[in-house]
């Protein structure tokens, strides 16, 4: 189903450039996360966001910004992409914390030359 | 630090096998355990969960058995069949901390062979 979506849904730059991806959903969830997939390191955290005031490193952030600009959508920047950046990214929903289930968007692949 | 070790990486079984994919953590404050499915070209999507005062929950074809003093907790697919070929994760979290974040595994690819 299309509760949470991503754009693009696939993304080629170059070293240096700035690029965001976007997230949006339907699930009037207010908790939102983006995730870094890479093979043999599984899904990793670099964002989450509470609501719309209160945003949350995860433990990759470095070298990436987010922005939430309203309940139903959450960015993700890269100020100046770097090759190893090169991953596939899943924004994800909640609707609390704790025991809920997480919603994934179907993700954005990102190739970075 | 990988705070949620998953084994094995990849996994062949012929139809009606039982592939058998392990996990190990190492914070005892978790106590919220999901296991996470994804279908190539998709996002992962819960499949089953469990919390530490049980040691089996079953859903279908689907069991997860847990080890609290182990600190392991592992997926077992009954009679697996040809579409149950996908990524699997493990996962964990602080349920009862509320924070929502989830310590996923390396994931384990599983193909069943017809």
């Known amino acids: 189903d299309a509760d949470v979506t991503q754009t693009p849904r696939n993304r080629i730059t170059k070293t240096g450039k700035r690029i965001m991806l976007e997230c949006s959903q339907t699930?009037?969830?207010?908790?939102m996360y983006w995730y870094r997939q890479d093979p043999g390191l599984g899904l990793r955290l670099i964002y989450y966001s509470f609501d719309v005031k209160d945003i949350n490193k995860g433990e990759i952030s470095d070298g990436y910004s987010v922005s939430r600009q309203a309940q139903a959508k959450f960015s993700l920047s890269l100020e100046s992409a770097i090759p190893n950046q090169t991953a596939l990214y899943f924004c994800?929903?909640?609707?609390?914390?704790?025991?809920?289930?997480?919603?994934f968007g179907p993700g954005t692949r990102l190739t970075v030359l | 630090q990988q705070q949620v070790k998953q084994s094995p990486q990849s996994l062949i079984v012929q139809k009606g096998g039982i592939p058998i994919i392990n996990c190990a953590y190492e914070n005892t404050a978790f106590d919220y355990f999901p296991w996470y499915q994804q279908f190539p070209g998709k996002g992962p999507a819960l499949l089953i969960a469990i919390r530490p005062d049980v040691s089996e929950k079953k859903e279908g074809r689907f069991t997860i058995s847990f080890n609290k003093s182990a600190k392991q907790f592992s997926l077992h697919i009954m009679d697996s069949q040809p579409g149950d070929s996908a990524t699997y994760f493990c996962a964990a979290s602080r349920g009862s901390g509320n924070t929502g974040k989830l310590i996923f595994g390396q994931g384990t690819t599983l193909q069943v062979k017809p």
């Open positions: 994800a929903t909640s609707e609390n914390g704790g025991r809920d289930t997480q919603y």
């Open positions: 699930k009037g969830h207010d908790r």
